[in-house]
């Protein structure tokens, strides 16, 4: 684990990749990862790691910050030294670069989302898409993410962006179907509480994530 948070940590800096999506995220998603595993039946091993590493590093290979043909190969180094098979690799880097949600957004058509076929690792690749979503009603990470974007903004422009963003998309993953899975629709309903009252205090909460054992 020591190693995965290394290697995320490094990447961050590389790449510059601002603290709304660095290492802080990277543990919350995992988190997030683990607790909706905790009610799935019939979880192997290969698949718990597959679905906590994917969590973990998606975001050291968004083309937000990352040139992402670069950051995949990064990831392969990082992973072959961690003892993975090519082919998980291929099935991790795959399931990373289709879990944004502004570019599956852009796909939908007629209100069908259309989510890519991951094969025996669909489970793994829809466990990390929703511990992403529900990271997402962090409100801190918005404001830090636009402040990252608008630097010379006010902080009253950033609040008010964050309040945009929270009512037109973090607020409809569940209606819109991005959130579906019952366990995580069930994780939603206090997170969405808690968005709620740090927009209206305009509030910077952040837990610490806790963090979850985790095999190489």
Request: net charge negative; aromatic share 10%; glycine share 4%.
């Amino acid at each position: 684990m020591d190693s995965l948070f290394a290697f995320i940590e490094a990447q961050c800096k590389e790449y510059g990749i601002d603290e709304s999506h660095g290492l802080k995220h990277a543990k919350g998603t995992l988190m997030r990862a683990a607790e909706i595993l905790s009610h799935l039946s019939e979880v192997s091993e290969e698949e718990r790691r597959m679905t906590l590493y994917a969590a973990a590093i998606h975001d050291t290979c968004d083309s937000k910050y990352t040139p992402v043909e670069e950051a995949a190969r990064d990831i392969g180094y990082f992973l072959r030294f961690q003892g993975w098979a090519p082919q998980d690799i291929h099935a991790l880097i795959k399931i990373v670069t289709s879990m944004s949600y502004s570019k599956l957004k852009e796909s939908v058509t007629s209100g069908e989302i259309e989510f890519p076929n991951h094969g025996k690792w669909q489970r793994a690749y829809h466990v990390a898409r929703h511990a992403d979503l529900l990271e997402g009603y962090v409100v801190a990470r918005c404001v830090m993410y636009n402040q990252h974007i608008f630097p010379k903004k006010a902080m009253d422009e950033h609040w008010e962006r964050a309040s945009e963003i929270f009512e037109k998309r973090v607020f409809t993953y569940v209606s819109e179907g991005w959130i579906f899975l019952p366990c995580a629709i069930e994780m939603a309903k206090p997170l969405e509480q808690e968005a709620r009252r740090c927009l209206e205090e305009r509030s910077m909460d952040w837990p610490e994530p806790v963090i979850p054992e985790i095999k190489n």
